[in-house]
Nanobody, 127 residues
Framework: LRFSCRRGGGLVQAGGSLRLSCVVS????????IGWYRQVPGKEREGVSV????????DYMDSVKGRFTVSIGSAKNTVYLEMNSLKPEDTAVYYC????????????????????WGKGTLDTVSS
């Protein structure tokens, strides 16, 4: 699989917004789970948000609920992460990931991770 991920916007201050996008190519299946993870150097990876392609059901980590929104775009295999009310603690390297095991409960992917991973993008939120 090929991941093409982008970070919209420049330097972000606390309270600001940022949008991440990722296009995944190289497969033909319509049934998958795609999501976003983040990691701060020296800390464990966190599952931020997950969405299932077939029914658009989503799941979020507690600290981003109400602030972040994950969605699948109209363009094939494109996922977005809209991040609002950003906090300095949201600073991390963000990764897009995909898995074809869509039958697992979405919350399980936060800890399990996914099979396919894109390269990370560093998102810094200044205070």
């Amino acid at each position: 699989l090929r991941f093409s991920c982008r970070r919209g916007g420049g330097l972000v201050q606390a309270g600001g917004s940022l949008r991440l996008s990722c296009v995944v190519s190289g497969f033909i299946y319509d049934d998958y789970v795609i999501g976003w993870y983040r990691q701060v150097p020296g800390k464990e990876r966190e599952g931020v948000s997950v969405i299932r392609r077939s029914d658009a059901i989503t799941d979020y980590m507690d600290s981003v609920k109400g602030r972040f929104t994950v969605s699948i775009g109209s363009a094939k295999n494109t996922v977005y992460l809209e991040m609002n009310s950003l906090k300095p603690e949201d600073t991390a390297v963000y990764y897009c990931a995909l898995d074809f095991n869509s039958r697992l409960p979405l919350h399980a992917f936060h800890n399990l991770g996914m099979t396919y991973w894109g390269k990370g993008t560093l998102d810094t939120v200044s205070s």
